[in-house]
C-alpha cells in the first residue's frame, strides 16, 4: 500500500486549515501558497471534503474554507479513505473481498490481520494529534 500525493495533500491541508482557522473562511489561494501545492489540484482534494461535510465552503468575498469538525474529530484513516478509496494492502483483505480462493488460502488472515493494523493505526491519530506533532494511539513496529 502506497498513499498518493492526494492523501498526503489532503492531511497537510486540513492541518493547514485548523491551524490558520479563526472566524473567518480561509481563501484557497492562501492554503496553496503555504502548502506549495497547486490550487487546482487543492480544489480537487477540498471538494470531497466539502461533500462529506468535513470542510464549509462559502463564496464570494470573504470566502474560502474551514472545517465543519474539530480537528480531534476528524480521523487520519477517514482523511485517507476518503482520498485513496482503499487502505487495504490486498484486495481480499478489502471491504469486499472476492478471491475464489480465500477459503483454502493460508495468507488470508495474513493480511486480514495486517489491514486491521492498519486501519486501527490511522484511527488512533487525528488532526488534531498531527498539529501537535506528538505520537498517540498503539506502537506497531511492523
Known amino acids: 500500500m502506497t498513499i498518493s500525493t492526494r492523501g498526503r495533500y489532503a492531511l497537510r491541508v486540513l492541518i493547514d486549515m485548523a491551524e490558520n482557522q479563526r472566524d473567518v473562511y480561509i481563501p484557497l489561494k492562501d492554503m496553496a501558497a503555504r502548502q506549495e501545492i497547486s490550487e487546482k489540484y487543492l480544489e480537487s482534494i477540498i471538494k470531497v471534503f466539502v461533500k462529506e461535510q468535513i470542510v464549509t465552503a462559502v463564496r464570494g468575498k470573504g470566502g474560502g474554507y474551514r472545517l465543519s469538525r474539530q480537528p480531534e474529530e476528524i480521523s487520519v484513516e477517514e482523511v485517507l479513505l476518503l482520498t485513496e478509496g482503499t487502505l487495504?494492502?490486498?484486495?481480499?483483505?478489502?471491504?469486499?473481498?472476492?478471491?475464489?480462493?480465500?477459503?483454502?488460502?493460508?495468507?488470508?488472515?495474513?493480511?486480514?490481520?495486517?489491514?486491521?493494523?492498519?486501519?486501527?493505526?490511522?484511527?488512533?491519530?487525528?488532526?488534531?494529534?498531527?498539529?501537535?506533532?506528538?505520537?498517540?494511539g498503539y506502537d506497531y513496529i511492523i
Not at 495486517?114 to 501537535?132: F, G, K, P, T
Open 88 to 136: 487495504s494492502p490486498v484486495a481480499c483483505a478489502g471491504a469486499s473481498p472476492s478471491c475464489r480462493r480465500m477459503e483454502d488460502c493460508r495468507t488470508t488472515a495474513l493480511w486480514q490481520g495486517l489491514n486491521q493494523v492498519i486501519h486501527e493505526y490511522l484511527s488512533s491519530y487525528s488532526i488534531r494529534d498531527l498539529m501537535a506533532g506528538a505520537g498517540c
